[in-house]
């Protein structure tokens, strides 16, 4: 039996939440930001020592201006603002993703967030935003490129991702009851777990992460290989 060490979460489902109360979805993102404090909590509670969380991925453009526009506002004004929490927690955020695209508010937020954060050792939050598997994968490739490689292997290929000493996720869950990858962590997933939870994102709390660790220690890992 393995340790959790990398959990990774699809947040999904906080419109959802939203539109059970006849609210905004803005107000469900505003919920699901409370969550993911509680669940980081609960990550270096349970002893994770990565926890990489999709924020915003590269196809989440498509989404109304009014939406992103808020979204945006949130990795601008609420990543920075937490900087004296994430230090007291011990927590280390890394950014995962294009930097092409984001407005620079967010970049800047984002950078000083990494910056300031680069000593602490409790947990490593790695956020992705602006985030495609599938762009991941093309921009180490074209990173290769540039340099002058002539033939790619799978580690060469992992080697140019914008995180490359964090290792793939042990465990990678979705909110609120769909079942795909939605384009997260394509590469890296290769031999990840999978689990799938019903409740909505503003749902989670310290508790779920307890659940989700007992459910993945329940997990046979063989990676390829036999028993
Ligand atoms: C998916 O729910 C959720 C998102 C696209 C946004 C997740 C963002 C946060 C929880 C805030 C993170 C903030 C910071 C500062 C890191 P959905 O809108 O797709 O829900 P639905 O499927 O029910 O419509």
């Known amino acids: 039996m393995s340790s959790l060490v990398h959990l990774a979460i699809i947040m999904d489902g906080n419109g959802r939440w939203a539109k059970k109360r006849n609210l905004p979805r803005a107000v469900g993102h505003l919920e699901g930001l409370k969550s ?9 509670n349970e002893g994770i ?13 498509k989404r109304p201006k009014e939406e992103v526009d808020y ?5 601008s004004n609420k990543i920075y603002g937490e900087i004296k929490t994430y230090n007291k927690l011990g927590v280390q955020i890394r950014f995962l993703g294009k930097r092409d695209g984001l ?3 967010a ?11 680069k000593s602490n050792t409790a947990l490593t939050l790695q956020l992705a935003i602006n985030y495609g598997g599938q762009d991941e994968i ?9 340099e002058g490689c002539k033939e790619v292997t799978p580690e060469l290929i992992r080697s ?7 290792p793939a996720a042990d465990f990678i869950v979705r909110s609120a009851g769909e079942e795909r990858l939605s384009n997260f962590l394509l590469f890296d997933s290769a031999y990840s777990e999978l689990g799938f939870y019903d409740k909505l994102w503003p749902d989670w709390d310290e508790a779920m992460i307890k659940t989700v ?9 063989r990676f390829g290989g036999l028993l």
């Not at 140019?160 to 964090?166: G, H, R, T, W």
């Open 36 to 44: 993911l404090k509680k669940v980081l909590v609960g990550s270096i």
């Open 49 to 61: 020592k990565y926890l990489s969380l999709y924020c915003f991925s590269t196809e989440n453009w």
């Open 71 to 75: 979204l945006m506002a949130l990795f």
């Open 103 to 105: 407005p620079q508010k």
């Open 107 to 117: 970049l800047d937020a984002l950078d000083r967030a990494v910056e300031e954060t």
């Open 138 to 146: 093309a921009r180490a490739v074209n990173k290769l490129i540039s």
């Open 160 to 166: 140019k991702f914008d995180n490359p000493d964090i």
């Open 213 to 221: 660790k007992e459910d993945y220690l329940k997990r046979e890992r």
